[in-house]
């Protein structure tokens, strides 16, 4: 039988996780990044981003991040595009909901960013004054 060597295995390396995070400084975009919304997580450590240039890219979580911070569809997040491919972009930084509402107070996010919706929310947009008919009208059988 072997030994008991320690306290634990990788569940208890990963901490506690108080939700408790420090006030960090506010992370600003630069040359060759922009701001993004999730879409729609793909797996693998992929994601549909919607940039707020207005074109949608396939977003790819970076390795300091994964399993570390999770992305979840309707995160703002910081994205980095590539040179050499423009539909794809990788997820450098995940802002908190009183992150974004600062960017967007200080006119970093356009107005129309919402912020706090979740994939379903984003999904509802387009079909609000949509009332589901489909041409059936169950009076006439």
Same mark, same amino acid.
């Given at each position: 039988? &072997?030994? &008991? =060597? ?5 569940? #208890?390396? #990963? ?8 006030? #960090? ?33 396939? +977003?790819? *979580? ?11 569809? +309707?995160? *703002?997040?910081?994205?980095?595009? #590539? ?7 990788? !997820? ?11 960017? =967007?107070?200080?006119?970093?996010? &356009?107005?129309?960013?919402? !912020? ?17 008919? !489909?041409? !059936?009208?169950?009076?006439? *059988?």
């Amino acid at each position: 039988m &072997p030994k &008991p =060597k320690g306290k634990g295995g990788k569940n #208890r390396r #990963r901490g506690k996780g108080d939700g408790e995070e420090a006030k #960090r400084e506010l992370e600003f975009k630069e040359e060759g990044q922009e701001y993004a919304q999730v879409v729609k997580m793909l797996g693998n450590g992929r994601c549909e981003c919607f940039c707020f240039d207005g074109i949608t890219r396939l +977003g790819h *979580i970076r390795g300091k991040m994964r399993k570390k911070v999770w992305v979840t569809a +309707g995160d *703002i997040v910081l994205v980095g595009k #590539r040179d050499f491919q423009d539909e794809k972009v990788d !997820i450098l930084h995940k802002y908190t909901a009183d992150e974004a509402r600062n960017l =967007k107070q200080y006119g970093e996010l &356009p107005e129309h960013a919402r !912020i706090n919706e979740t994939a379903v929310d984003l999904a509802m947009t387009g079909d609000a004054d949509n009332d589901d008919d !489909i041409g !059936i009208d169950f009076d006439d *059988i």
